[in-house]
């Protein structure tokens, strides 16, 4: 059995990463484990380091609400109540989000998978496969139907536990984001594992440069996109997986079989304002695959996303696509079904209505 992780990585690059330059004088760094994650910030002017010790305060704040671990956090309060729970406004809020994202996305997104991510070891540490029965068993304790939130109270059902391991840093992220704005920050790059948060453009007044992991080979990137003030968030089946007899297991569990998903994305970066949304969708468009993540999409134009799949293409959204740069350059483009040579690129098609462009490589 093998176990990867991405915290052995994590300062390298993460999921999606940040392509580090150097740093002038007014710039201020700091790094914390939290979250399960290594994160690494970067804030440029005068109050950066202040406004950056903040931001690890908050974050630390966060963790102690959120984390599935802890049994004194709000999580496991409500995990262990059996009922009601009074908890804080920020739980409430971000659970009563998490459902709303379940229903937009046909389930795929569903924080209450955690008591068969359990069994299956992604929280324990003690990573094996499951026999069907007892998959069967613990699947009746899911289902986003079974928690409801009334203002600060949460309440499951059958014995329902969250998990906001999906939704958490890229809530955090944005969070870090408001609170950087608030002291005066208006350039700063945040790294919370795979969740990158862009603060305004980089001091030079050009786009920060974010890296797009190659999933089959994750010390390369495969793709940047240029962002400003936005939040790029990676999810990939590489991230963190065991295998068992020759199959890798993902810690992205698929709602309808309670099993780690078999996806055809390798991995799904969302790029957008609202860094909570991205982290949920980057999640959910691994389970909903491509087709479902493209219909997705299609209908939600303000959000965009680069989509690896495991038959090598890189589908791109419109949005997206001018800001978006190949690096791994024996990449070729397949606009649509139209075969385009080799190292050619064509200009997005503004109007056809599919705005999703596809690459091979
Ligand atoms: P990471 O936490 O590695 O950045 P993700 O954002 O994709 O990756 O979140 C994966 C985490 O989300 C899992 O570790 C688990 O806590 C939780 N999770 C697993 N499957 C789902 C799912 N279908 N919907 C929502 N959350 C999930
Ligand atoms: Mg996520």
């Known amino acids: 059995m093998m176990m990867k992780t991405k915290h052995a990585l994590a300062f390298l690059c993460a999921g999606a990463c940040l392509i580090m330059s150097a740093c002038t004088p007014e710039c201020s760094e700091s790094s914390l484990f939290a979250m399960d994650t290594y994160m690494t910030f970067k804030a440029y002017g005068e109050n950066s380091t202040e406004a950056l010790s903040q931001v690890t305060a908050e974050i630390q704040r966060l963790e102690k609400l959120f984390s599935v671990t802890d049994p004194n956090s709000d999580i496991g309060r409500i995990n262990s109540s059996l009922g009601p729970s009074d908890v804080s406004s920020e739980t409430a809020a971000l659970i009563a989000r998490s459902l709303e994202i379940n229903k937009e996305t046909n389930g795929a997104f569903d924080i209450t998978l955690y008591p068969v991510s359990k069994e299956w070891g992604f929280t324990t540490g003690s990573y094996h496969v499951p026999d069907s029965e007892t998959i069967n068993e613990l699947m009746k304790q899911t289902g986003s139907d079974k928690v409801t939130v009334s203002e600060n109270i949460v309440t499951v059902s059958d014995g329902a536990q969250a998990d906001l391991g999906g939704i958490a840093k890229g809530y955090a992220g944005q969070i870090a984001a408001e609170i950087l704005k608030e002291n005066g920050v208006t350039s700063a790059l945040l790294s919370l594992g795979g969740n990158i948060q862009a603060i305004g453009s980089k001091p030079d007044g050009t786009a920060w440069s974010v890296g797009i992991k190659d999933p089959e080979n994750t010390s390369q990137l495969a793709a940047a996109v240029s962002v400003c003030d936005k939040a790029v968030v990676t999810s990939g089946t590489y991230e963190r997986f065991f295998e068992e007899n020759g199959t890798a297991y993902c810690h992205i569990i698929d709602p309808k079989t309670g099993c780690p998903v078999q996806s055809d994305l390798l991995s799904a970066t969302v790029i957008g304002y609202d860094g909570t949304l991205c982290d949920a969708l980057s999640t959910a468009f691994i389970v909903m695959g491509q087709q479902k993540a493209e219909e997705y999409l299609n209908i939600h134009t303000d ?56 690459f091979q490589f």
């Open 303 to 358: 959000i965009d996303a680069v989509l690896i799949t495991t038959d090598h293409r890189i589908f791109v959204t419109n949005g997206i696509f001018g800001d978006f740069s190949l690096i791994e350059n024996s990449y070729s483009i397949i606009p649509h079904s139209t075969l385009i040579k080799k190292g050619e690129r064509s200009e997005p098609d503004r109007n056809f209505p599919f705005s999703i462009f596809n």
